[in-house]
Every structure is written in structure tokens, then in C-alpha cells.
T-cell receptor, first 113, second 113 residues
Framework: DVKVTQSSRYLVKRTGEKVFLECVQDMDHENMFWYRQDPGLGLRLIYFSYDVKMKEKGDIPEGYSVSREKKERFSLILESASTNQTSMYLC????????????FGEGSWLTVV | QQQVKQSPQSLIVQKGGIPIINCAYENTAFDYFPWYQQFPGKGPALLIAIRPDVSEKKEGRFTISFNKSAKQFSLHIMDSQPGDSATYFCAASRTGTASKLTFGTGTRLQVTL
């Protein structure tokens, strides 16, 4: 059974803190993604990685960075958290080719106070 | 710029009814159109997908209708059940972009008894 695991389901952080969201997949997928989900806005792509140490900006990369040191692990980093980054963050993975199923984790709820 | 527009934002139907969710896209290069289903507290999961070489695809009670000339596609749920209550997202991607999907804003469906 395919698995994308987001280690932290619920986090509360203070404004200005550095935040790490971790994601691990066990399917040997090339692609990994970080999406942000907000009511009325759907899922918006923050960053995408198609290989180890490779990354590409999505639609809303400002205020975020990512790290992919190993194929199975993709981290989202908020260098200095702000209240407008309070949201649900979804990690996902897929095989390389367009049209392959994207598998999502269960999400990390981040509240910045 | 929102490339995939989804409507309605929410929908309530009685058990046995046929909810219809509509999406419209702008980018004519899109060639893969999946629908994702998300239950509360879970990540989205692939429900059904279509490519533009066919006008309709059925999987069980779920049907996608696709109109290439109008740049529209829709999800129909036949004989809807309370267990279908979830949020539904349409999405689109194009060949050469790995599996990067552009999502609609989501439709919250409630099926009542």
C-alpha cells in the first residue's frame, strides 16, 4: 500500500520561528510536492522536486524553501513564520511522467500565532 | 490567474440524487484531467481521470464528461450516498510538466438521507 507520511499533523508556532515540515514516501517516486490548502482557494503548489537536490518553484513559493537530500524525503521550511502562513500543508509524491497518480499525505495543520 | 475554475463551491443533494460538479480550464495545452476526493482529516485521493481523446469516462457510480471545444469537464455521481459526502477537486496538467497539477478551488458535497 502506498504511503506518504507527514510526521507532524498539528503544529502551533510563534511568529518569526523557523518551521520544518517533514514528509517521507515509501514508493520510490521521483517527484515530490508541497501544496498549501486554504478554504475557497483549493490546493496551491508551493514547491516541487523531481530528483534529489533538485527543486522548482510552484505558484506560491514566497516565504518558503525546501530540501531534498534523499529520494524518499522532502522537507518544507518556513524561515520566519508569519500569521498568513497559517494553513493546511499537504505533501505528495508521484512517478515522473505526466498523468501519473499523485499520492497525498494526510496533511499538516500549521497555526502561526 | 486561476487556470482551473470550479463550481459550485458547495452542494447539498438527497440520497439517490445526481450531483454535478463543473470545471473550466483556460490552458489548451492541458491534456490530463483528474478528480480528487478528500474526506475530512485526510489528504485528497485520486477518484477518476480522463484524457481529451474521449468525451466520457465511467468508473462505478462516477462519470467524467469532457467537452474539449468548450474547455469544460464535469463530474457526475450517480445514485449518490451519504458516504460520498466529501470535498471534490478537479485538476489539470499537461505533458512535459511531470505530474504537476493545477487544482480547482474545490466543491464541498453533502449527501443527506
Amino acid at each position: 500500500d502506498v504511503k506518504v507520511t507527514q510526521s507532524s499533523r498539528y503544529l502551533v508556532k510563534r511568529t518569526g520561528e523557523k518551521v520544518f515540515l517533514e514528509c517521507v514516501q515509501d514508493m520510490d517516486h521521483e517527484n515530490m510536492f508541497w501544496y498549501r490548502q486554504d478554504p475557497g482557494l483549493g490546493l496551491r503548489l508551493i514547491y516541487f522536486s523531481y530528483d534529489v537536490k533538485m527543486k522548482e518553484k510552484g505558484d506560491i513559493p514566497e516565504g518558503y524553501s525546501v530540501s531534498r537530500e534523499k529520494k524518499e524525503r522532502f522537507s518544507l521550511i518556513l524561515e520566519s513564520a508569519s500569521t498568513n502562513q497559517t494553513s493546511m500543508y499537504l505533501c505528495a509524491s508521484s512517478l515522473w511522467s505526466s498523468g501519473n497518480t499523485i499520492y497525498f499525505g494526510e496533511g499538516s495543520w500549521l497555526t502561526v500565532v | 490567474q486561476q487556470q482551473v475554475k470550479q463550481s459550485p463551491q458547495s452542494l447539498i443533494v438527497q440520497k439517490g440524487g445526481i450531483p454535478i460538479i463543473n470545471c473550466a480550464y483556460e490552458n489548451t495545452a492541458f491534456d490530463y484531467f483528474p478528480w480528487y476526493q478528500q474526506f475530512p482529516g485526510k489528504g485528497p485521493a485520486l477518484l477518476i481521470a480522463i484524457r481529451p481523446d474521449v468525451s466520457e469516462k465511467k468508473e462505478g457510480r462516477f462519470t467524467i464528461s469532457f467537452n474539449k471545444s468548450a474547455k469544460q469537464f464535469s463530474l457526475h455521481i450517480m445514485d449518490s450516498q451519504p458516504g460520498d459526502s466529501a470535498t471534490y477537486f478537479c485538476a489539470a496538467s499537461r505533458t512535459g510538466t511531470a505530474s504537476k497539477l493545477t487544482f480547482g478551488t474545490g466543491t464541498r458535497l453533502q449527501v443527506t438521507l
